[in-house]
């Protein structure tokens, strides 16, 4: 090695870099060890570093050093396929003992390479068959790394990268769309239903996180807002309708809700969000489209009767998503036909009544709520047949929930909420309520100086997402048998 006096040398300066809380040292040590990453004369180093190195942090130079130069030079074919094939072999002989960073740092090395060699050789690809090698190995520790490496080949593929032409990486991203995703999908659901057992939470964590990510792959090539929890129509190809078809796929996911991970049980709502958002035209037949929601429901019914997973946030959020994406993706006459619609309508009500009375805690998963009930009551006009759409007996409820909330945000004293109320039951108008109930609460806020962030009534974005659902709900009244609106 070169520039170093010696490999201990060099475990000591990436030990520096790593951990050391002196910026001086940090900045000394970066300086002296960006040759590796920066230099292509370099790369046979880090090789020798992967092989001989004794500490992780100076593995973890080595690779993140590679995955750098993969990224930034034109490296040749044979090299690259030569730094592939050797990090695979690297993974398979001693991935198990590494520490998890290390593993981590090779795996997106291998993804990096595979990416920017898809259309090179054909030899990039077989990355697919080599990581189900991995989970073909008796040992649990080589099953978990050919999942990451599914995992993070998703991510990889699916991730624009600054260095590789948009256009370049959105044929790669729909060429492996088309001839691996379905398969990696089929092998995060298999590994689903053997892990249910009693097993280790990582190896639970890994094959919803891989199934998350196939659902959340970019079918469309219409980059998404990451920044946004709204997203469109899942966009999933064709040949996945067996699949989406197959019963066992949706309850699988609501299997590992009921798991006591959070983590996990967030991850499955988030999966069952995307599965409610899949394309209404995947579903050929109304019979199958019939029993994917009624599965979907059956389900959610169930969350609603235990409350399982709901004290926490994180479940909860997620859970308020999932029930706004019902009338988001299927007609109300569609959520009629289900054989107990009414026993989940209920549920659904009295669900978001405590939601909008815990607006300290669920303020803003109160928005996915609002959204499901402004547009069942807009679909009601539309509706064909006798069948009742029982809204009448919810959506007041509803109205009356919000606005007494609202009132019991409002930090003034008693005997004004009490006026407030007054008001209300006398005008019945919620629009101008609503801004006298935001007045009172900024000129409290006003007057002692302290607003408060969490107040719904002070959040200004999230005050306008309601009042956008909520007018819906306060002009709404059904008369069964005229099925019309009118203003109260």
């Known amino acids: 090695m070169s520039s170093m006096e010696s490999l201990a040398q060099l475990e000591v300066l990436c030990e520096k870099l790593y951990n050391s809380r002196d910026s001086a040292e940090r900045a000394h040590a970066e300086s002296t060890l960006k040759c590796f990453s920066e230099n ?52 398979a002989a001693r991935g198990p003992k590494l520490q998890n960073f290390v593993t981590i740092s090779l795996i997106q090395l291998a993804c990096r390479i595979t990416k920017f060699g898809w259309f090179d050789d054909d030899r990039f690809r077989e990355i697919f068959k080599e990581a189900t090698d991995f989970l073909a190995l008796a040992s649990q520790d080589h099953y978990l790394i050919g999942l990451k490496i599914l995992n993070f080949l998703v991510m990889e593929m699916n991730q624009a990268n600054s260095a590789m032409p948009l256009t370049l990486h959105r044929k790669i991203a729909t060429s492996f769309k088309d001839q691996f995703l379905l398969q ?63 019963p066992s796929t949706v309850q699988i996911f609501f299997d590992y809700y009921k798991v006591n991970d959070t983590s996990v049980s967030k991850e499955a709502l988030e999966c069952l969000v995307r599965l409610a958002s899949v394309r209404r035209s995947l579903f050929v037949e109304d019979p199958a489209r019939s029993q994917f929601l009624s599965h979907l429901m059956s389900g959610t019914r169930e969350i609603l009767q235990t409350g399982q997973g709901l004290a926490d946030h994180g479940n909860y959020h997620e859970f308020c998503r999932l029930l706004g994406r019902f009338k988001v993706n299927y007609q109300l006459s569609e959520l009629l036909n289900v054989e107990f619609y009414g026993e989940w309508l209920g549920l659904v009500a009295e669900f978001t009544t405590k939601s909008l009375l815990s607006w300290q ?97 002070e959040n200004a974005e999230s005050l306008q997402d309601q009042l956008e659902s909520l007018p819906y709900l306060c002009r709404f009244k059904v008369l069964l048998h005229h099925k019309f609106f009118f203003l109260i």
């Open 40 to 91: 292509s004369d370099y790369i046979s180093q880090c090789q020798y570093i992967l092989d001989n190195a004794s500490t992780p942090y100076a593995l973890m130079l080595a690779s993140t050093s590679l995955v750098k130069q993969v990224s930034d030079r034109s490296l040749s074919l044979q090299l690259r396929l030569d730094i592939r094939n050797y990090v695979m072999n690297y993974l």
């Open 361 to 457: 805690w669920a303020s803003n998963s109160v928005y996915y709520l609002l959204s499901l009930w402004s547009r069942l009551v807009t679909s009601v006009p539309y509706l064909k047949g006798d069948t009742p759409s029982l809204l009448d007996e919810t959506v007041p409820k509803i109205t009356e929930g919000f606005i007494t909330s609202r009132i019991n945000s409002v930090q003034v004293p008693s005997s004004v909420r009490g006026q407030l109320l007054f008001y209300f039951s006398l005008r019945r108008n919620c629009l101008p309520f609503l801004l006298l109930c935001h007045f009172c609460s900024s000129q409290a806020s006003f007057a002692d100086n302290s607003p408060d962030p969490d107040n719904p009534l």
């Open 184 to 246: 990696i999908f089929q092998i995060s659901l298999t590994s689903l239903h053997q892990l249910k057992s009693e097993v280790p939470d990582e190896l639970r964590r890994v094959p919803i996180s891989l199934a998350l990510r196939c659902l959340s792959f970019d079918f469309v090539g219409s980059p998404v807002d990451e920044s946004s929890e709204e997203f469109g129509t899942v966009q999933l190809p064709a040949s996945w309708r067996p699949l989406l078809q197959d």
